[in-house]
C-alpha cells in the first residue's frame, strides 16, 4: 500500500478558475455576466470561500470547455486534503502534548546523542514507545511508577552514589529493548553448572571475555546485552526474564576480569535464585564496587557469585592466610584454575581491603 503524501496546502478550485480567466485574458465581471452569475459570488469562489457545487461546474464547463467532472474532481480533491491537513495538524498537536510528558520520564536529549531519536517529534514518541514497551504515553507513566516501586524492594542502589532514576528507567528499557531481540537456546535449569564451568574456564584464561562470555550465554538459552551506562546511572549489571529466557545486561563500568566476572555470576545468581520462580522479578544493581548490600536477595546472589567463581571447598585452602602474597594468590589460581585476579577480588571483599596486591593484572581482555 503507498504511502498517501499530505500537501500543506490545499488547493481550491477558484485558483484554477482565475488562473484560467487571467490566461484567456478575460474580465471577470464580463466572465460573470457570461454564466449569469453575481461578480461577488465569482469573486468568493476565486477567493476559496465559496465552493463549486455541480451546478456552477456544469456553468465552467460551457464557458470554458473544460468538462464538469474536472472541477467537481478538483473540488472533490480539495475538500479531501483539507480534512486531511485538518487531521495531520490534530496528531501533530496531540504528539506535542505526548512529547512534553514523555521529556519528563525520558532522557531524549540522552537517546538524541546515542542515535535513537532523529528529532522528529512523530517519530520520536514511536521510538520512545518501542524501547519502553508501551502503548501509549499513559502506560509509560505507570511503567516508571511501578519501576520506582520495585526499586524499593529488588533493586540494590547505592546509597553513596548518585542516581538519575530517569537515566537508570531508560539504560534497564533499552537493555529489555535489545534482548527481546536477542535470539538464543532454549534454557535449562538443570544445565547451570556446566555453564558456570564453561565461564570459569572463559575467565580464567581473560581471551576475548566478552564475546566468548555472550557466546556461551546465548548456547545455554541466556540473552546477553551489553549496554554503556548513561550520565548519573552506576550500574554494573541488570537480571530479569525475556519472552522465554532469562536475560542479563551489564554496563562494564569497570572494565575488570574480576568485577566484569562477579557481576556475570551476581546476575545469574538472581535468574536461578529469585527469577526462574517468579518471572516479573527484576534486578538492578547499583552499587559503588566497596559497598556491601543489607538487601537479603542481594547477599545470596553475592554469595552465589562468590562461592561459584571460587567453590567453599577451594577457598578454605587459603582465606584465613595472613599475611596473604601474591606468589601465594598465582599459586592457588594456577592449582584451580581460576583468575588471579578473582582470587584477589574474594580477599579485598572478605577483608574490606582494596590496596593489596594492585601489581596483579585486572584488565579485561
Known amino acids: 500500500m503507498s504511502k498517501v503524501i499530505i500537501p500543506h496546502i490545499a488547493t481550491h478550485p477558484g485558483e484554477v478558475l482565475k488562473d484560467e480567466i487571467d490566461a484567456r485574458e478575460m474580465n471577470?465581471?464580463?466572465?460573470?455576466?457570461?454564466?449569469?452569475?453575481?461578480?461577488?459570488?465569482?469573486s468568493e469562489i476565486m477567493n476559496g470561500k465559496r465552493s463549486v457545487t455541480a451546478d456552477i461546474a456544469i456553468l465552467l464547463e460551457k464557458a470554458l470547455d473544460i468538462s464538469a467532472k474536472y472541477w467537481m474532481d478538483l473540488q472533490s480533491q480539495f475538500e479531501i486534503d483539507e480534512a486531511r491537513i485538518k487531521e495531520k495538524n490534530i496528531v501533530k498537536l496531540r504528539s506535542i502534548?505526548?512529547?512534553?510528558?514523555?521529556?519528563?520520564?525520558?532522557?531524549?536529549?540522552?537517546?538524541?546523542?546515542?542515535?535513537?531519536?532523529?528529532?522528529?517529534?512523530?517519530d520520536d514518541i514511536?521510538?520512545?514507545?518501542?524501547i519502553y514497551n508501551v502503548s501509549d504515553v499513559k502506560e509509560l507513566q505507570?511503567?516508571?511508577?511501578?519501576?520506582?516501586?520495585?526499586?524499593?524492594?529488588?533493586?540494590?542502589?547505592?546509597?553513596?552514589?548518585?542516581?538519575?532514576?530517569?537515566?537508570?528507567?531508560?539504560w534497564s528499557n533499552l537493555v529489555m529493548w535489545k534482548?527481546?531481540?536477542?535470539?538464543?537456546?532454549?534454557?535449562?535449569l538443570d544445565s547451570i553448572d556446566n555453564l558456570i564451568f564453561e565461564l570459569n574456564q572463559i575467565f580464567y584464561q581473560n581471551r576475548d571475555v566478552v564475546n566468548r562470555t555472550k557466546d556461551t550465554l546465548t548456547k545455554y538459552g541466556i540473552k546477553f546485552v551489553i549496554l554503556e551506562k548513561l550520565d548519573k546511572t552506576p550500574v554494573d549489571g541488570f537480571s530479569f526474564?525475556?519472552?522465554?529466557?532469562?536475560?542479563?545486561?551489564?554496563?562494564?563500568?569497570?572494565?575488570?576480569?574480576?568485577?566484569?566476572?562477579?557481576?556475570?555470576?551476581?546476575?545469574?545468581?538472581?535468574?536461578?535464585?529469585?527469577?526462574?520462580?517468579?518471572?516479573?522479578?527484576?534486578?538492578?544493581?547499583?552499587?559503588?564496587?566497596?559497598?556491601?548490600?543489607?538487601?537479603?536477595k542481594e547477599v545470596?546472589?553475592?554469595?552465589?557469585?562468590?562461592?561459584?567463581l571460587i567453590p567453599l571447598n577451594q577457598w578454605v585452602e587459603i582465606k584465613d592466610e595472613v599475611p596473604i602474597t601474591k606468589p601465594r594468590i598465582l599459586s592457588f589460581s594456577q592449582k584451580h584454575r581460576i583468575n588471579p585476579a578473582i582470587v584477589r577480588g574474594r580477599f579485598c571483599?572478605?577483608?574490606?581491603?582494596?590496596?593489596?596486591?594492585?601489581?596483579i593484572e585486572r584488565e579485561i581482555h
Not at 572494565?255 to 516479573?280: M, P
Not at 545470596?300 to 561459584?308: T, Y
Not at 571483599?349 to 590496596?355: D, P
Open 28 to 42: 471577470y465581471k464580463d466572465f460573470a455576466f457570461q454564466i449569469g452569475m453575481q461578480p461577488t459570488m465569482l
Open 97 to 122: 502534548e505526548q512529547w512534553k510528558l514523555i521529556t519528563e520520564l525520558v532522557p531524549y536529549k540522552i537517546l538524541t546523542k546515542l542515535g535513537y531519536l532523529v528529532e522528529s517529534v512523530v
Open 126 to 130: 514511536q521510538t520512545v514507545k518501542e
Open 142 to 170: 505507570v511503567s516508571f511508577a511501578t519501576y520506582k516501586l520495585n526499586s524499593k524492594f529488588n533493586f540494590r542502589k547505592s546509597s553513596k552514589l548518585q542516581v538519575d532514576d530517569v537515566n537508570l528507567f531508560c
Open 179 to 188: 534482548a527481546r531481540n536477542e535470539k538464543v537456546n532454549e534454557f535449562r
Open 241 to 296: 526474564w525475556s519472552n522465554e529466557n532469562p536475560a542479563i545486561g551489564v554496563s562494564m563500568r569497570y572494565r575488570n576480569i574480576d568485577n566484569f566476572a562477579f557481576t556475570v555470576l551476581h546476575e545469574l545468581g538472581h535468574i536461578v535464585k529469585h527469577i526462574v520462580n517468579d518471572k516479573s522479578n527484576q534486578f538492578i544493581d547499583v552499587n559503588e564496587e566497596k559497598e556491601k548490600s543489607s538487601c537479603q
Open 300 to 308: 545470596e546472589a553475592d554469595e552465589f557469585s562468590q562461592n561459584k
Open 349 to 359: 571483599w572478605e577483608l574490606g581491603r582494596y590496596n593489596i596486591h594492585t601489581d
